[in-house]
């Protein structure tokens, strides 16, 4: 069984630019989330979507964006990049039954992108 | 809010030795708690996980048990191998729904032969 699958794994980007970063989930799995990995801030919830829609949102500017496909693939975008952008950016993905509870299952996260921002 | 604080790193081990990581949690009811691990140039995997009070998750001869009255998940192995050198991170989820994990700043580990 495939893994969470992220592309690209390194990006090197200009202040200003913007950014797609994609995620192929498990197969099956429908729920899909993004973390932002940093030295200074550790790991932090970006969003999540579930068939397609966002249903939960961290704390961060409306520069981060995402969206999901009626395939389960995501994509999430970062526009007018600054350099405390810079970043891990892991997906992770899971079974997540209707009921939104994690407890009996498992987030599977992928090996994640490393964004820079020069 | 929900938060995880866990022991600062780094920690440095001989081989056999144990390892003690500290967790405590603040959080709203019940929360679901995790182990993740972190390997070099790799994602985050699942080390171990409990979803209610008493609870003990266990793996790979780690182990963790969700105590409630000292809101605590500390991470133990009794005798560390070099491969387990890693970052740990402790995590929660809570009550209200929402599928988000709440991460600790996590502790890097290095096992020395």
């Known amino acids: 069984k495939a893994g969470v699958t992220q592309t690209p794994r390194y990006l090197i980007k200009t202040r200003g630019q913007q950014v797609t970063l994609s995620c192929s989930p498990i197969?099956?799995?429908?729920?899909v989330s993004w973390y932002q990995q940093t030295p200074g801030q550790g790991l932090q919830f970006l969003f999540e979507?579930?068939?397609?829609?966002?249903?939960n949102k961290g704390n961060f500017p409306g520069r981060f964006s995402g969206r999901q496909f009626s395939n389960s693939r995501s994509e999430m975008n970062v526009s007018t990049l600054e350099l405390g952008d810079s970043a891990l950016y892991l997906c992770?993905?899971?079974?997540?039954?209707?009921?939104?509870?994690?407890?009996?299952?498992?987030?599977?996260f992928g090996q994640g992108t490393r964004l820079t921002v020069v | 809010g929900n938060s995880v604080t866990q022991m600062e790193g780094p920690v440095t081990l001989s081989e056999e030795a144990f390892l003690t990581i500290n967790c405590t949690y603040t959080a709203t009811g019940y929360p679901s708690l995790f182990w993740y691990v972190q390997y070099p140039g790799e994602g985050l995997q699942l080390l171990l996980k409990?979803?209610?009070?008493?609870d003990k998750g266990s793996n790979k001869g780690f182990e963790a048990t969700y105590r409630k009255e000292t809101t605590s998940f500390h991470l133990e192995k009794g005798s560390v191998q070099v491969s387990d050198s890693a970052v740990y991170f402790c995590?929660?989820?809570?009550?209200?729904?929402?599928?988000?994990?709440?991460f600790g700043t996590g502790t890097r580990l290095t096992v020395i032969p």
């Open positions: 992770a993905s899971s079974h997540s039954p209707r009921d939104r509870v994690l407890r009996n299952t498992e987030a599977f």
């Open positions: 197969s099956g799995h429908r729920s």
């Open positions: 409990a979803t209610k009070a008493d």
């Open positions: 995590a929660l989820i809570d009550q209200t729904g929402a599928n988000n994990l709440f």
């Open positions: 979507y579930f068939s397609e829609t966002q249903r």
